[in-house]
């Protein structure tokens, strides 16, 4: 395969990862010292937030990296491999971990919001989980048909 053919998702991956960095340095601070503000009654809800906010971004990064790497199997001809195998389970297992992250954080986010009056905080956490929910569905469903299809190319390289 040309290695230039998946550059157009090698660039979609990294221009996916800049808005997301740009919360994290611009949205985030705001955010946990708004809740400590919010929140006065509970004085370590501001490090908590903030910490637990940067802790939904590792599984994050952590997926983006493993999707680049899934590009580069295919571009050097591994994309029928337990690499690529590898690497969809570890895609999973962070997206579901974000899921989990932001259910648990659910009662915080929606006490800010009822004490802000901003129902479209909500409305973007479960974005978050939802969209998180349906990546890790994907990736098991690509990782089990690639599991498959290992599994026969290896069954007709032996009958041959």
Do not use: H, W
């Not at 996916?16 to 009654?41: H, M, N, Q, R, T």
């Not at 939904?56 to 580069?72: D, E, G, S, V, W």
Request: some cysteine; aromatic content about 14%; overall charge negative.
């Amino acid at each position: 395969m040309k290695r230039g053919s998946t550059l157009f998702l090698k660039l979609a991956v990294f221009l996916i990862g800049l808005p997301v960095l740009a919360l994290c340095i611009f949205f985030v601070p705001e955010f946990a010292e708004y809740a400590g503000v919010l929140l006065s009654d509970f004085p370590i809800i501001e490090p908590v937030v903030f910490i637990y906010m940067y802790l939904t971004a590792i599984p994050f990064y952590f997926a983006l990296y493993q999707a680049f790497k899934l590009l580069n199997y295919i571009d050097s001809n591994k994309a029928f491999s337990d690499l690529s195998v590898n690497a969809l389970r570890v895609i999973k297992f962070c997206a579901v971990t974000i899921s989990v992250l932001y259910v648990v954080l659910m009662p915080v986010i929606y006490t800010v919001a009822e004490l802000d009056d901003a129902p479209g905080l909500i409305v973007i956490a479960m974005v978050i989980i939802l969209a998180s929910a349906v990546i890790a569905v994907f990736a098991a469903v690509l990782q089990r048909l690639l599991k498959e299809a290992i599994t026969i190319k290896s069954e007709n390289d032996l009958t041959v």
